[in-house]
Nanobody, 124 residues
Framework: QVQLVESGGGLVQAGGSLRLSCAAS?????????MGWYRQPPGKQRQLVAV???????NYADSVKGRFTISIDNAKNTVYLQMNSLKPEDTAVYYC?????????????????WGKGTLVTVST
């Protein structure tokens, strides 16, 4: 039901910029708690890049602080990642994540969803 679609990846030279977008659809029955970006460099494990709550609280990996900026449009269930001063080590598949919850008088849910990923390649 819920789908996340990333866009904005591509090839960029070191020092350049990219802006990633991720829109969640099919989540009208859920309350958005947070959205974030993770990345998986070649041959490495997936790692947190940045996360933002619906209230605007952010958390960044140390490796991207000062270079990347995450933002959220709660009305559109869309998260953005502005990436500046890109480095070759930023090369990875970037995955969007969204956390939702739903509470009723009889049950509660906390569910996370992932996008398929978008490739960011930073060349020297």
């Amino acid at each position: 039901q819920v789908q996340l679609v990333e866009s904005g990846g591509g090839l960029v030279q070191a020092g350049g910029s990219l802006r990633l977008s991720c829109a969640a659809s099919g989540a009208s029955s859920f309350t958005l708690d947070s959205m974030g970006w993770y990345r998986q460099p070649p041959g490495k494990q997936r790692q947190l890049v940045a996360v933002i709550t619906s209230g605007g609280r952010t958390n960044y990996a140390d490796s991207v602080k000062g270079r990347f900026t995450i933002s959220i449009d709660n009305a559109k269930n869309t998260v953005y990642l502005q990436m500046n001063s890109l480095k070759p080590e930023d090369t990875a598949v970037y995955y969007c994540n969204a956390e939702f919850h739903r509470v009723t008088v009889v049950d509660s849910y906390a569910m996370g969803y992932w996008g398929k990923g978008t490739l960011v390649t930073v060349s020297t």
